[in-house]
């Protein structure tokens, strides 16, 4: 598998520039906010989300002022979008470190949050292009939508597949989606072209999720969260859904209360002590395993990768291709 540094090599040129404007966007006046600020920058993660707009526009033509600013605004958004998405989940963590509300304040997350989103405005405002502002727009609507499907059906041991597809669709897809299409509107790619980087990056958005949700029923030490993170904060993902609907109906019918009575803890309805909730936890998990659900998951994935491969079968053979496919492999086989 290769490395993010590889996969970044064909835009490395691009790299610091993009880490430019992002630090400049990165300012407030306030002190406070200013710190919160940094707190954030110094936690970002993996930054797939840039790295994929640049890609996305140099595999059509080069890379642009319009595209690095469209990386950080979407970066920005990104972000702003996890600051206020642990505050509504009560998530004391992000990337294994306190969450911002837990550093400082839930009115200090939401204000941050807010900031973030005016500065994203700004940016694309500076792009000056009608369609990457519409890109934009369009995403902070699914990923408010996707956070309130995932309120409403998300957290329940009655979501099928079908709705939660729909879920990780708006909330993670159309993530990626946004960033592939507005690297190639950036760049001027054909209809075509564009057409081909919407359809892969929505695909690779998939993966990537479900891949985050097999990791729940993992026990690789490197992931970087505990094992039924996912559960514990009350959310069902594929693993468990293929699971149930496998099982014998009373089995299945088992499982379901005890994860309803593991909701409802998190709901703070029915207290749950620690050694409850993790008897709950372990056996809910050995069923999935027993009933291979991590597998179906693992194939599901596996079809998203083949048709993101074909999505890309309209440009020819390049170092942002080989990028591109790459990043496909790494979102599928990384290990945290």
């Known amino acids: 598998m290769s490395s993010l540094a590889d996969i970044r090599q064909p835009i490395e040129a691009h790299w610091k520039h993009y880490e430019k404007v992002l630090h400049e966007s990165l300012r407030a006046d306030d002190k406070i906010q200013q710190k919160v600020l940094d707190y954030i920058a110094a936690r970002s993660g993996k930054q797939l989300r840039p790295l994929l707009v640049l890609l996305c526009a140099q595999i059509c033509n080069p890379v642009t002022d319009k595209t690095l600013r469209s990386a950080v605004a979407l970066e920005m958004l990104h972000n ?5 998405d642990d505050v509504v989940d009560n998530s004391d963590t992000r990337r294994g470190q306190p969450a911002v509300h837990t550093q400082w304040s839930n009115k200090v997350a939401i204000l941050t949050g807010d900031y973030m989103l005016a500065k994203v405005i700004g940016l694309v405002a500076e792009v000056r292009n009608i369609r990457i502002l519409e890109i934009v727009s369009q995403l902070g609507r699914s990923l408010s939508s996707g956070e309130m499907l995932q309120l409403h059906v998300g ?11 729909k879920v990780i669709d708006q909330k993670t897809a159309h993530l990626f989606q946004a960033c592939a299409e507005a690297g190639a509107e950036s760049a001027g790619c054909t209809p ?3 057409k081909a980087l919407r ?15 097999i990791f729940d029923y993992s026990d690789l030490e490197e992931i970087g969260k505990p094992t039924m993170s996912d559960l514990r904060d009350g959310k069902v993902t594929l693993p468990l859904i293929e699971a149930l609907r496998r099982a014998p109906k009373e089995e299945a019918e088992h499982i379901k209360q005890l994860g309803e009575r593991l909701i409802e803890g998190q709901e703070g309805n029915t207290p749950r002590t620690k050694e409850e909730q993790a008897r709950i936890l372990e056996e809910i998990k050995a069923f999935v395993l027993r009933f291979k659900g991590d597998e179906y998951a693992v194939q599901k994935m596996l079809e998203y990768k083949k048709q ?8 020819r053979d390049s170092p942002e291709k080989k990028s591109l496919l790459a ?9 945290q």
Do not use: P
């Not at 957290?155 to 597809?165: A, N, P, V």
């Not at 990043?327 to 290990?335: G, K, P, Q």
């Open 199 to 213: 359809d892969y990056g929505r695909l690779l958005g998939l993966c990537f999720q479900i891949k985050d949700d």
């Open 155 to 165: 957290q329940s041991m009655w979501i099928d597949e079908e709705r939660y597809l």
């Open 192 to 194: 075509k072209q564009r």
């Open 308 to 315: 993101a491969t074909e999505a890309l079968s309209v440009f």
């Open 327 to 335: 990043l496909l492999d790494y979102a599928i086989n990384r290990v």
């Open 80 to 84: 702003a979008s996890l600051v206020h």
